[in-house]
């Protein structure tokens, strides 16, 4: 068990990393700093699963939880937010594109999203599925080819 000196020396110490992990994997100020902060409070409260060796990792792997709980959060919250963009402001072929998007399974419309509408690397997006990157990399690329044919376009997000 880690005693109260131990946990706030190691939470001082591992705060700007914390934080820049949260960052990496957010991308949102504000997400950041509630997922450090959920992330701190909840390794307080659970302290006793973590040896005294270890608190450093289990401290990252709550922060890396925690943003991952936020993202499907958003997740949640994205699709309602993209079909409400109204008809009229989006040119035709971008109505057709979300159309077909959305039209996709889950498992092949999220890592379309995360790469190609939140900017994130292979590597993170698939950290943040909870899959391999080969795993990522072919999602990607059956989407790809499911929106091809739906679209019958030739080149699609290459």
């Known amino acids: 068990m880690v005693d109260?000196?131990?946990?706030?020396?190691?939470?001082?110490?591992?705060?700007?990393?914390?934080?820049?992990?949260?960052?990496?994997?957010l991308r949102a100020d504000a997400d950041a700093r509630d997922?450090?902060?959920?992330?701190?409070?909840?390794?307080?409260?659970k302290r006793g699963g973590a040896r005294s060796g270890s608190f450093r990792g289990f401290l990252t792997r709550i922060v890396?939880?925690?943003c991952r709980n936020i993202q499907r959060e958003r997740m949640r919250v994205?699709?309602?937010?993209?079909?409400?963009?109204?008809?009229?402001s989006a040119p035709p072929d971008y109505q057709e594109l979300y159309a077909?998007?959305?039209?996709?399974p889950e498992?092949?419309?999220?890592?379309?999203l995360l790469k190609y509408l939140?900017?994130?690397?292979?590597?993170?997006?698939?950290?943040s599925l909870g899959i391999p990157v080969t795993t990522?990399?072919?999602?990607?690329?059956?989407?790809?080819?499911a929106l091809r044919k739906a679209l019958d376009r030739e080149v699609i997000f290459e």
């Open 4 to 25: 109260r000196q131990e946990y706030e020396r190691v939470a001082q110490e591992l705060l700007p990393t914390l934080y820049k992990i949260a960052m990496g994997i």
């Open 35 to 45: 997922a450090v902060q959920q992330a701190l409070l909840k390794a307080w409260e």
């Open 64 to 66: 890396i939880n925690e």
């Open 78 to 88: 994205f699709p309602a937010d993209l079909n409400a963009m109204p008809a009229a």
């Open 100 to 104: 077909a998007l959305w039209a996709l």
């Open 107 to 112: 498992t092949l419309r999220l890592p379309v």
């Open 118 to 127: 939140h900017d994130y690397s292979e590597k993170e997006a698939a950290q």
């Open 136 to 145: 990522f990399k072919s999602r990607l690329h059956r989407a790809r080819a």
